[in-house]
DNA sequence: AATAATGTGGC
DNA sequence: GCCACA
DNA sequence: TATT
């Protein structure tokens, strides 16, 4: 007998292993039976019905798929759901091509945003300004969120992460927190996935790879090598995506941000289980101690250098080194203090706190707490304060006298930065305080920021300082592209002279009362605050 | 060899 | 130019 | 470091 030329089924085709269901929705028929049969060829099992056996889910486009299937049973199947398309560009260049490009997802229509339903009797959004906003709900309940927080990684700003946690002989505070991005991904499969995003999210494949990487993120960013760290940081999303466990190079072999040497490692990590280079870092005295110092507030890769380079190597070492600026010995001084994440509830008090004391020097002043708080965190690294007046006058001269109550009481304690604009107008009139303050009855010192903006530039500012930093990026980007410049005091069209210098605004900004309406100005979709932890 | 993840103010 | 902030 |  002559071998065959077309066997029915091959089990070790490049498609082997899958099951799959197919959306004939929106497809030709002839087509159709073309890519069922190349599958099959090809080792693939084909699947009449939407079983559990079911691996991967094929449709043209999302509405095919929920006309066929329901989201209830989407939500709950782990495999993934692509367009056929991924199948066609694998026939075409003839191997498995990443499938991270052809994810299908659905809009999630926005269907249980838990907060944002108060507001029953509240229909004129149309000419309302965050402001006004929040004017509305103080006089109705002073209830603050109950919003839901699930993120348990509490890896947002504030304090960055001990780049070496707890083999420290020199010194480490208390954060406990397996440093880096994707390790910790909790198996939230069921949770609160609903029909919000098909995205799926298998459980640490590969996490002895993304581990290693993301301490090297850690490294490279203490010494100052950004773009090496940023590299790092790209390499992990894409192998964090990955449905499976990389068991050869030639699984990773075009996926993007994962060149030559990015391959070396993984190969070394897959046959040693480990890294020299990693170990030779977390080994190196120099990097260990520069990465240490950086970790001071005051301090960065350049100035932790030179003090290495002095002959420091330890804390200890600094705190007798007098040519520290004041605020990096501040920083020194509470390397401890500022390392203790700061619990919700106590962030909460704290701003009820500002808010009172904020009334009596000046009624009718807005004050709330921005930043990880809210984004709705469990946990903060910082306080950031974000101070307006909706008259548009009165903010001004209000920081300093602020200031000097919270002093009174004992609340805020030491100063790092401290300038005010808002009675001259220069920099758009926005009054700056950097400092530390103590829970009441407590020492513990915590990073505070407090801002003030003109009522007519708020929105900007509680953008910017809602963050996060990844979000505000990507804003900025997205406001140059459309030919803007965005910063925390406005929307500015791009200056044509080399574009370059600092401070050089052009011409006057756009002006927007609310968040929503930068958002939209600049085709970004309009994203709650606990939305923003990007 | 150039470019990439922003823009700004204090120091 | 370094460092911080989101 | 990856990409162009
Ligand atoms: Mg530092
Ligand atoms: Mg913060």
């Known amino acids: 007998m002559a071998p065959k030329k077309k066997p029915e089924s091959d089990p070790h085709g490049m498609f082997s292993g899958m099951v799959v269901f197919l959306v004939p929705k929106g497809v030709q028929s002839r087509r159709f039976q073309i890519w069922k049969e190349r599958l099959v060829q090809m080792g693939a099992v084909i699947e009449e019905r939407f079983s ?18 329901d989201r209830e049973r989407l939500s709950r199947f782990k495999g993934r759901v692509l367009l056929y398309q991924w199948l066609e560009d694998c026939l075409k260049s003839g191997e498995i091509l990443s499938e991270d490009m052809y994810l299908l997802k659905l809009d999630s229509q926005g269907e249980h945003i838990p907060e944002k339903s108060l507001d029953p009797g509240l229909t004129n959004q149309r000419t309302s300004s965050d402001l006004q906003q929040l004017l509305n709900k103080k006089s109705k309940l ?11 990684s509490h890896d947002d700003d504030g304090k960055e992460k001990a780049v070496f946690s707890s083999t420290s002989t020199i010194s480490s505070h208390g954060e406990v927190d397996s440093l880096s991005y994707g390790n910790t991904r909790q198996q939230h499969l069921d949770a609160e996935n609903e029909a919000s995003s ?65 391959k070396d490692h993984v190969q070394e990590i897959m046959t040693t289980g480990k890294l020299s280079k990693l170990e030779h870092f977390e080994t190196d005295e120099k990097v260990r101690t520069i990465s ?29 080194d007098d040519s520290l600026t004041n605020a990096q010995k501040l920083g020194l001084k509470y390397f401890d203090d500022i ?35 809210r984004r709705g965190k469990a946990t903060c690294g910082d306080i950031d304060i974000i101070i307006t007046h909706p008259d548009g006058k009165s903010h001004k001269g209000f920081l300093p ?29 926005v009054d700056t305080y950097f400092g530390f303050c103590t829970y009441p009855g407590r020492e513990l010192r915590h990073r505070i920021d407090l801002k003030v903006y003109p009522r007519d530039i708020y929105a900007f500012g509680l953008v910017a300082w809602t963050g996060n930093d990844v979000l505000n990026r990507r804003l900025r980007l997205q406001a140059e592209s459309k030919g803007f410049r965005l910063d ?29 309406e930068i958002f939209d100005f600049l085709d970004f979709p309009c994203l709650e605050p606990h939305e923003r932890n990007l």
């Open 339 to 373: 390392g203790q994440r700061i619990p919700r509830h106590e962030a909460q008090e704290m701003e009820h706190i500002l808010q009172k004391v904020g009334e009596d020097v000046l009624p009718g002043v807005v004050i709330i707490c921005g930043g990880s708080y």
């Open 52 to 69: 559990k056996r079911v691996t991967h889910v094929f449709a043209m486009h999302s509405d095919a798929l929920l006309q066929q299937l």
């Open 401 to 429: 006298k602020f200031v000097k109550h919270l002093k009174d009481m004992n609340f805020l304690r030491e100063d790092l930065i401290f300038s005010s604009h808002s009675e001259e107008a220069t920099d758009s009139g």
């Open 488 to 516: 925390d005091t406005g929307l500015f069209p791009a200056t044509q002279g080399s574009g370059g210098k600092r401070g050089a605004k052009g011409s006057a900004s756009l002006k927007f009362n609310t968040e929503k």
């Open 292 to 320: 240490l110092f950086g970790e001071v507030w005051g301090i960065g890769p350049s100035t932790a250098l030179k003090l290495y380079e002095k002959g420091h190597r330890s804390l200890d070492d600094l705190r007798n």
């Open 142 to 152: 002073s209830t603050e969120d109950t919003k839901i927080v699930k993120n348990e």
């Open 198 to 262: 098909l995205s799926y999210h298998p459980p640490d494949l590969n996490k002895n790879i993304t581990e290693i990487f993301g301490k090297l993120v850690n490294i490279y960013r203490a010494l100052g090598d950004d773009r090496r760290s940023f590299s790092y940081h790209k390499a992990i999303a894409v192998i964090e995506k990955l449905p499976f466990k990389i068991e050869s190079t030639d699984q990773i072999n075009n996926l993007p941000s994962i060149g030559k040497s990015m």
